[in-house]
């Protein structure tokens, strides 16, 4: 049917691809940082950490190598959200049949970050502190808020967005990973 989203939750062609994994994917710490292993959300298996999925997941989800390269780290639960950045992907929903996709995919693949109570407080501060280098106008109150929920949870932001590594490099305590560095195979 025209204009009818091809589904992308639970029983679907991408659940499908997801859940039955890659066994070539040998980096599962998905991250550069030794220390760092996986940040994110909701480890379930032996990934320490997991990572949060920012404006990443749009591309993820449309194309198909990216899908294919990241599918053993989604089944795995590895990725998760948090409410700032289902909002935002949500936004591009062209009816309520899509938009009801969308939410049943989250709440089946992707766990949650919780928003914090201190969120806005870390938020300023991350904002002086990129004033101070001036980068202060590169992030959106969303994408600092999606920062500050990363930072409170230890996890890496998983993005397709440029913005969130002038973040990673100018707040310490923001972690990011871009959706291109993709787990290595084997």
């Not at 993820?60 to 795995?76: G, K, T």
């Not at 062209?94 to 049943?104: F, H, K, L, N, V």
């Not at 693949?109 to 590169?138: C, F, M, N, T």
Request: with cysteine; proline share 6%.
């Amino acid at each position: 049917m025209p204009g009818h989203a091809e589904p992308i939750g639970p029983g679907t062609e991408f659940t499908r691809v997801v859940q039955q994994g890659l066994t070539d994917v040998e980096d599962h710490s998905l991250n550069r940082h030794s220390s760092l292993s996986l940040a994110g959300l909701m480890a379930k298996v032996s990934l320490p950490r997991r990572p949060t999925c920012a404006i990443g997941l749009w591309r993820i989800l449309r194309d198909p190598a990216l899908r294919a390269a990241w599918a053993e780290v989604v089944s795995a639960g590895a990725i998760g959200s948090c409410q700032p950045q289902r909002i935002e992907f949500r936004r591009s929903a062209r009816t309520i049949d899509e938009y009801e996709q969308m939410s049943g995919m989250f709440e089946a693949l992707y766990p949650d970050a919780a928003i914090p109570k201190g969120v806005w407080r870390w938020i300023e501060s991350g904002q002086y502190r990129l004033l101070r280098q001036g980068a202060h106008r590169a992030l959106s109150a969303l994408d600092l808020m999606i920062c500050g929920i990363a930072a409170h949870h230890d996890l890496v932001v998983l993005h397709d967005d440029k913005d969130f590594a002038t973040a990673a490099r100018y707040l310490p305590d923001v972690r990011e990973r871009a959706i291109h560095d993709t787990p290595q195979p084997s």
